[in-house]
């Protein structure tokens, strides 16, 4: 459910594109991100640093495409915010006793070291190349087409993504049960 609710302002940013443009657009995102994680705060006060990190950078993103009337700024925030992950990701790797990903999943589900390893290399990837193909296609096919790619295109890469994940994971459950019997 947290997942659909992060894309909420996305999928405001899409419909405020459809039926106005660009710059509507990024205002409904800024707008709709701010009063999201405000409604966070409130409710459970706690905010997520990534949140807060991804809706710094969509003020200054949007901020930018609104006051110098250039999307291109907008266009480069999916970029950054994934190649930021790609970091924490990749960087957690080297820091602490557990990935990141082992961080987050691992109250939830008990796997081998070297597979949490291969797993968070495996979202690193994922958000480096994302965020080339946003750029990919930002820069190389209509606005219209960069629109539609970073609601349908990037969120249907993520699903698929975390399908094959949860195979491969469940795998490597099935292996630890069967060795524990």
Known sequence: MKFLADFFPILLFFIAYQLYDIYVA???AIVSSALQVG????RKR???KMQLVTLGLLIVFGGLTLL????VFIKWKPTVVNWLFAAAFGGSQFIGGKTLLERIMGHAVELPRSVWTRLNISWTLFFLCSGLLNLY????FSEETWVNFK???LLGLTLVFVIVQSFYMARHIQDQGQKES
Do not use: C
Not at 39 to 42: A, K, N, S, V
């Open 68 to 71: 110098l009337r250039d999307p």
């Open 137 to 140: 296609v930002a820069f190389n």
């Open 151 to 153: 609601l349908f295109g």
């Open 26 to 28: 990024t205002a409904v």
């Open 46 to 48: 706690k905010v997520e």
């Open 39 to 42: 409604y966070l705060w409130l």
